[in-house]
Structures are given as C-alpha cells and as structure tokens.
C-alpha cells in the first residue's frame, strides 16, 4: 500500500551540528513537502519539493523521485530548530490529498 | 504573504455536543482540505473540497462528520456529536490547484472533548 516512511524517528544534537532527515515514499508522487511543527503545534511549510534541490538559507532539501526518497539537511543547528518534522506526500494519481509520515523528532541541545 | 486563518485556536465542548469549526482559506485558492492531529500522532486526512463539493474523504469522515462552504471566504468542519476520540488538532488547507501545487497550513483549532 502507499506509505510514508521517516527517519530517524528521533534525533538529538548538539547546537551547532548538521543533521539529515530522510522520507522515504512507496509510489510516484506529484507533492511532496516539507513541515516543522514548533511546540506551539503549527506546522510551518518548509519546502514545496517533488524533485529537485532547494535551499533556504541554514535548510536544504533534495527530492529524488525516482529512487523514492528526499531528504531535508539542517546545518548549523540552533535550539530553535527542535521539534517535530514531517514529509507530506501527495501521491499521483490522488485527489491531492497529502499523506504524512510519522515525522522526526528533532531536540537540539545548547 | 496571503496565509489560511482557523478560528478558534482552541475550543472547549461536552461529549454529545455539536462543534464549527472555522477556516478562511487563502482567496485565490480552490481546493480546501481539512486534516486531524491526535496528540503525539501524525497528521490524517479527513477529507478534501472542491467546487461547492466533496472530492475525497478518508475513513476517519464519517457521519457525524460535514463541510460546507457557507459563503465566498469561510470553509467549516462540523462535527455533529462529539465523542471523546474527536480531541485533536484539526488543521484546514487550500491549494490552487490540486495534485503538483503546495497546500498552505493553516495555524490549527486544538479541539477538546470533556
């Protein structure tokens, strides 16, 4: 069936080191975005990246449809980044409807 | 930049009752979508919206479940007889289009069930 798989399920750094998020997605899929869910519970938009890289300023992410997965690499990171990440996935073929993953959750220690 | 407003932010209701919960998608936007987050869970969707009508709806729509379209601007979620499972974080999205076009979040109704 179609599925949305993250990982790692949850990561601690130190302030100031890079991380490597992964989504992996089981169809080929025509939206796939990137969300940070801060302690307030909003989910804040990240990327908008079926393929491709993007870069915005300390977060990148790279999609590669065709293998199935994407990434989204933090660099640098600050006690603000933690919290919860989620890949969403609108799949080809759907209505649009997006399925997200189970998220990586983030903790940067100062 | 245009973003998609819920009210309220958090709403407080008896088992049994009827809840509205409120969205005002971005204006030039045509597809409307409303998910659910339980507490510590990922996010599902419910169900989504386009052209005064239900394009498709998960499991978790049923029944007691409705959207409309009331006027130009808002886009509700009724839920008819809440039920202790129904506390979530209810989150409303609108996209231009469907299929390749970003969904923009709005910032979520946490809605509890006493």
């Known amino acids: 069936g179609i599925q949305v798989e993250q990982s790692p399920p949850d990561l601690i750094l130190q302030e100031g080191a890079n991380s490597t998020l992964r989504c992996n997605f089981s169809?080929?899929?025509?939206?796939l975005q990137w969300f940070h869910q801060n302690p307030w519970g909003q989910l804040i938009n990240l990327f908008y990246i079926p393929s491709g890289t993007k870069q915005n300023g300390r977060l990148s992410a790279t999609t590669v449809a065709t293998e199935r997965y994407s990434l989204l690499y933090i660099s640098s990171s600050q006690t603000t980044d933690s919290g919860v990440y989620f890949c969403?996935?609108?799949?080809?073929?759907?209505?649009?409807?997006?399925?997200f993953g189970k998220g990586t959750k983030l903790s940067v220690k100062p | 930049e245009p973003e998609v407003t819920q009210t309220p932010s958090h709403q407080v209701t008896q088992m049994g009752q009827e809840v509205i919960l409120r969205c005002v998608p971005i204006?030039?936007?045509?597809?409307f979508y409303w998910y659910r987050q339980i507490l510590g869970q990922k996010v599902e969707f419910l169900v989504s919206?386009?052209?005064?009508?239900?394009?498709?709806k998960s499991e978790i729509f049923d029944d007691q479940f409705s959207v409309e379209r009331p006027d130009g601007s808002n886009f509700t979620l009724k839920i008819r007889s809440t039920k202790l499972e129904d506390s979530a974080m209810y989150f409303c999205a609108s996209s231009e289009l469907t299929g390749d076009q970003p969904q923009h979040f709005g910032d979520g109704t946490r809605l509890s069930i006493l």
């Open positions: 969403a996935v609108g799949f080809a073929g759907s209505q649009g409807n997006l399925i």
């Open positions: 169809d080929s899929v025509n939206n």
């Open positions: 204006s030039n936007h045509l597809y």
């Open positions: 919206f386009y052209n005064n009508e239900i394009s498709e």
